[in-house]
């Protein structure tokens, strides 16, 4: 049994050419682009590589990026007016916030103070409150466990009844992937670094997502037959036999779940392309919300 590889590659591709389709039909309509502010406040390398590509993406779909750029040590206050500043600015749609933010600042706070309707990353707690709860519609999925969603869509993957576990509880994408996941109908098990025999809650799951930053954490013997596998990690693996010293692999041991999965994304090329195409799929819907409202209100009675 080989499993059927997930190309994240193509299905995010198909995302971002709608999302450019209807950037151009918002231009033609409303004679704006679509803006997408991101914050990022100091020098850590991987954020601002993240922040790089988000730009770049938003340039190939013709929507605007706006770049912030605070020191390290930028304060509270100083974070908190560049929001205020961003929700009062009509011309921008989104506002991301780069996580992880420095350890003195208030990530809850920052992340509150963002108006509900630029919340495209999705961690607003009144858009993850509507997420966790029954009968509640977030105006916006945070993007990885959004892609995750997705990608299973995609796929043919049933999930109402599904039995699913999700291997990591981080705010970014394991607890929203959970709460992703339980509203489509699966049954949830949320598994961490304190949960015992790990294997033996992933030999009955249907599904499985990790996301621990553990380099082929899960292998192939801890899988179900047949099961999907959703791996998020990326993580550099020492290889003396590549010229950088280095390779990329997940949280997955991809060639021994790929001998019992029935299907698994492949890292690189996997989730990581979905994040980005969601996060512009947010966009550029914050965009059409607003284009909406401006409509509406040119249409009520002078006062």
């Known amino acids: 049994m080989s499993a059927r590889l997930i190309d994240g590659q193509a299905i995010a591709a198909?995302?971002?050419?709608?999302?450019?389709?209807?950037?151009?039909?918002?231009?033609?309509?409303?004679?704006?682009?679509?803006?997408?502010?991101?914050?990022?406040?100091?020098?850590?390398?991987?954020?601002?590589?993240?922040v790089r590509m988000k730009q770049k993406a938003c340039a190939g779909l013709g929507l605007r990026s706006v770049p912030h750029v605070l020191p390290a040590d930028a304060r509270q206050p100083e974070v908190q007016r560049l929001v205020e500043a961003l929700n009062a600015d009509p011309s921008i749609d989104g506002i991301l916030v780069q996580l992880p933010l420095p350890g003195h600042l208030d990530e809850e706070s920052i992340l509150s103070a963002i108006d509900l309707e630029k919340d495209v990353d999705g961690f607003h707690p009144i858009n993850i409150g509507r997420l966790a709860m029954r009968n509640?519609?977030?105006?916006?999925?945070?993007?990885?466990?959004?892609?995750?969603?997705?990608?299973?869509?995609?796929?043919?993957?049933?999930?109402?009844?599904?039995?699913?576990?999700?291997?990591?509880?981080?705010?970014?994408?394991?607890?929203?992937?959970?709460?992703?996941?339980?509203?489509?109908?699966?049954?949830?098990?949320?598994?961490?670094?304190?949960?015992?025999?790990?294997?033996?809650?992933?030999?009955?799951?249907?599904?499985?997502?990790?996301?621990?930053?553990?380099?082929?954490?899960?292998?192939?013997?801890?899988?179900?037959?047949?099961?999907?596998?959703?791996?998020?990690g990326i993580n550099r693996k020492p290889d003396a036999s590549r010229p950088n010293g280095y390779r990329i692999v997940g949280d997955v041991d991809f060639e021994s779940a790929r001998a019992v999965a029935g299907a698994i994304t492949p890292v690189p090329g996997g989730v990581g392309p979905m994040t980005i195409a969601m996060l512009m799929h947010n966009t550029l819907r914050a965009a059409e919300r607003h284009a909406e409202r401006q409509r509406l209100a040119t249409l009520l009675p002078a006062t």
């Not at 198909?14 to 679509?34: C, F, K, M, N």
């Not at 043919?156 to 509880?169: C, H, S």
């Not at 959970?178 to 790990?198: F, I, N, S, W």
Request: hydrophobic letters at 45%; a positive charge.
């Open 14 to 50: 198909a995302i971002r050419d709608d999302v450019r389709g209807r950037a151009e039909a918002l231009r033609a309509a409303h004679g704006y682009t679509p803006g997408l502010a991101t914050v990022l406040v100091g020098d850590n390398p991987a954020s601002a590589t993240y």
């Open 136 to 232: 509640r519609t977030p105006l916006f999925i945070p993007c990885t466990p959004f892609g995750i969603l997705r990608l299973l869509e995609e796929t043919g993957v049933t999930l109402r009844g599904a039995d699913a576990v999700v291997v990591g509880r981080s705010n970014i994408v394991g607890l929203p992937a959970a709460m992703v996941l339980q509203k489509a109908d699966a049954t949830v098990t949320l598994c961490h670094r304190h949960t015992r025999h790990l294997a033996r809650h992933l030999r009955h799951a249907d599904i499985v997502v990790v996301a621990v930053g553990q380099p082929e954490l899960v292998t192939g013997d801890m899988l179900k037959p047949g099961a999907v596998v959703i791996d998020v």
